[in-house]
């Protein structure tokens, strides 16, 4: 699972436990994922109740990790020994 999925998955299992969805119900679990994160605002100050407060730091997380430039990333990865030299594919 790479570092984005995991902070997805960690977004839905907190929506789920926040608005009371069944976290089987994977459709609609992701469609309420995809608007929490296309309707976050970055500027919008932290909420004070600690679990929308973690929701809204998950999700900050999430759209940077996201929106990274392709250069960026690579270098995450690499830093994470996860990119490899061309030689190196058999």
Same mark, same amino acid.
């Given at each position: 699972m790479t570092e984005l999925e995991t902070k997805r998955a960690a977004v839905a299992d907190l929506l789920a436990r926040?608005? !009371?969805?069944?976290?089987?119900?994977?459709?609609?679990?992701?469609q309420r994922v995809e608007r929490a994160v296309d309707g976050f605002d970055p500027g919008a100050p932290e909420p004070t109740d600690p679990a929308r407060a973690d929701?809204?730091?998950? @999700?900050?997380?999430? #759209?940077? @990790? #996201?929106? @990274?430039?392709?250069? #960026?990333?690579?270098?995450?990865?690499?830093?994470? !020994?996860?990119?490899?030299?061309?030689?190196?594919?058999?």
């Amino acid at each position: 699972m790479t570092e984005l999925e995991t902070k997805r998955a960690a977004v839905a299992d907190l929506l789920a436990r926040i608005e !009371g969805l069944d976290p089987q119900n994977r459709a609609v679990l992701d469609q309420r994922v995809e608007r929490a994160v296309d309707g976050f605002d970055p500027g919008a100050p932290e909420p004070t109740d600690p679990a929308r407060a973690d929701l809204h730091r998950l @999700l900050r997380d999430y #759209r940077d @990790l #996201r929106d @990274l430039p392709a250069d #960026r990333a690579n270098v995450r990865l690499a830093e994470k !020994g996860e990119v490899f030299a061309p030689e190196d594919d058999a």
